[in-house]
């Protein structure tokens, strides 16, 4: 894939999970809809944050939803897969409740985690992003199609990340 397509394509698997996280933020804070919606929601960003990670170097993503699985593609100095052993639970949510059956049923205290968890996730495959883009090891410098002499991460991930917002007092944009 061409730098400047798998640019395109992390920054809208990053935006597709940001919008994930924001929905099951939402829904565990404000208990409006069904807490099952927010455990689908916190799988979905994690799921598309892991994706947007593989693409960022190199790897195509398996059209799966196991999120153990798709953690231990990445590279093994990618925090995300040393601090998140066992998502298997995270995992369940995106799959087996999303249809009524034998499954457990999900409650606003289980929304309420799985959305902790999922925040946990965005904010450490961005970090693990930060890191390789920083280390040049053979990933694009911005998902984002920023020009190639970027140097700093607000930069890179500031369209994302509201860590990083752009810095107004250097009237960097």
């Known amino acids: 894939m061409m730098d400047e397509q798998r640019r395109h394509d992390v920054g809208r698997w990053l935006r597709f999970a940001k919008a994930d996280l924001e929905a099951t933020e939402y829904i565990a804070n404000s208990g409006t809809l069904s ?15 892991i994706k947007g990670a593989l693409i960022w170097i190199g790897i195509e993503p398996p059209r799966r939803h196991d999120l153990d699985l798709l953690r231990t593609l990445l590279p093994a100095d990618f925090l995300v897969r040393s601090s ?14 999303r ?28 970090a693990d992003l930060h890191s390789a883009r920083l280390r040049h090891e053979s990933v694009p410098l911005s998902p984002f199609g920023q020009s190639e002499s970027v140097s700093t991460v607000t930069e890179c991930f500031g369209k ?12 960097r944009s």
């Open 35 to 49: 807490p099952h919606i927010g455990c689908f929601h916190a799988q979905q960003a994690a799921e598309k944050a």
């Open 99 to 126: 249809y009524p059956g034998d499954w457990i049923e999900a409650t606003e205290s289980a929304s309420r985690i799985a959305a902790r968890l999922a925040r946990e996730i965005w904010e450490t495959v961005l």
């Open 84 to 97: 998140h052993q066992d998502l298997s639970k995270l995992t369940d949510w995106g799959v087996e409740i």
């Open 160 to 171: 994302v990340c509201s860590n990083c917002e752009p810095d107004a007092s250097s009237g």
